[in-house]
Structure formats: structure tokens, C-alpha cells
């Protein structure tokens, strides 16, 4: 048994695409997506850390690369469907502890299984880096969808993809990097030149916000 399969299957995560099925400007694979996502996560665990935090390093960047690995399995689901239930998001999350599992005991060496056991499983916590790690992750959902919005994609999941994702990055708790999103970056957001009135969409969350 050797690390061949876990290799190979990192080529799988550039063929699968998310929000599967809507009509897109742009498409974005799972393994482009764990890369933005490390870099929204690094920018963010910066800020904190320049006012005070003490971040993981180690453990971020082992979050974010591999937060989505499991896809790999089930590919990607849409966020309103995931969310559709607790117990739907409670089984899926389930199946793909148990198909980790699976995959680290029959293709990867077992003197580094117990070290990818603990990669590889979820990295959404209560921790710094597990909140850093689920603000980009919201992160890169805002920007997909807001490229498409900006382009004039009149799918309304967009709509949806954006203002939900946008409600969620203001309720993170993580007070100085929600207040830099919202001060800094939604302001050259809603400045932005786009087909669809993004500053609309913003302020209608922001509003509501308030």
C-alpha cells in the first residue's frame, strides 16, 4: 500500500464542480476552491493575529486544504440542500466521516493513517482556525456568486448564494475580521461596476443587520 491512490485522487477534485446543475460565467472546481480558500483563511488568521490573537499556522493550513477532501466521495451538494435539514447535514457530514475512514485504511500507509485521521476530519470547530477556516469558506461562496451576479447571471440561486452567505460572514465570531469585511471589502463590493445591483442586495442584508 503505498500514498499512489491519495495522489491520483487529487486529480478527481479539479473535475468536480460546484454548484452543480445552475448555468455559470465561470466554473469553479472543488480543488481551486480549497486554495481560495487558504487564502482568505491566511489573510484573516493575519489580521487577528495583528490584534492579538495567537493563530495555529499549522493547523489553518491543514483546515482549509483539506476541508473539502471528502467530496471527493459524494461530490459537491449545494448549500440549500445540506442545510435543508439538521439531520440531513448530520447524515452527510456522517457519510463522509465513515468514507474517510474507509479510504485512509485501505490506501494510505499505515504509519501516516493516524495522522490523516486527524487532517482529514472536520475542521469546522469552535477553535481560532476552525472559524477562520468556515469565515472562507462562506467566503468563497460570497465571491462566486457575486461574479456571477456581477456578470448578469439572473439565476436567482445567486441571489440567494449571496445574501445568505453574506448574512453569515457579518454573524461570524470573529469581531475583527466581520468588522474589516464589512468596512473594507463591502465597501469596494457595492462600488463595483455590475449588470445586477449588487449595493441593493448588500444594503438589504446590511439593514437588516442593524
Sequence with gaps: MGIHKFFTSLNDLERIFRAPG??????????????????????????EEMNG?????????E???????????IGDI???VKHASV??????????????????????PPDFQDVFM?????????????????????????????????RGNTDK??????????????????EKSVRYFRNEILNDVIHEETQINIAALTNEVLSKDE
Excluded at 490573537?53 to 493550513?61: D, E
Design 63 to 73: 483546515k482549509t486544504i483539506n476541508h473539502d477532501f471528502a467530496e471527493v466521495f
Design 78 to 80: 449545494k448549500t440549500p
Design 157 to 174: 440561486e445567486f441571489v440567494i448564494m449571496y445574501q445568505q452567505a453574506l448574512k453569515k460572514l457579518l454573524k461570524m465570531p470573529l
Design 22 to 47: 445552475r448555468f455559470k460565467f465561470e466554473e469553479h472546481n472543488v480543488a481551486a476552491h480549497s486554495w481560495k480558500v487558504s487564502q482568505y483563511a491566511m489573510f484573516f488568521a493575519t489580521l
Design 118 to 150: 486527524d487532517r482529514m476530519k472536520e475542521g469546522k470547530d469552535e477553535t481560532l482556525e476552525g472559524r477562520l477556516l468556515e469565515f472562507a469558506d462562506k467566503l468563497d461562496q460570497f465571491y462566486e456568486s457575486f461574479a456571477e451576479l456581477k
Design 87 to 108: 439531520e440531513l447535514k448530520q447524515m452527510l457530514a456522517h457519510v463522509e466521516e465513515k468514507m474517510m475512514e474507509k479510504f485512509i485504511r485501505e490506501e494510505i
Design 53 to 61: 490573537a495567537t493563530v495555529n499556522w499549522k493547523s489553518l493550513y
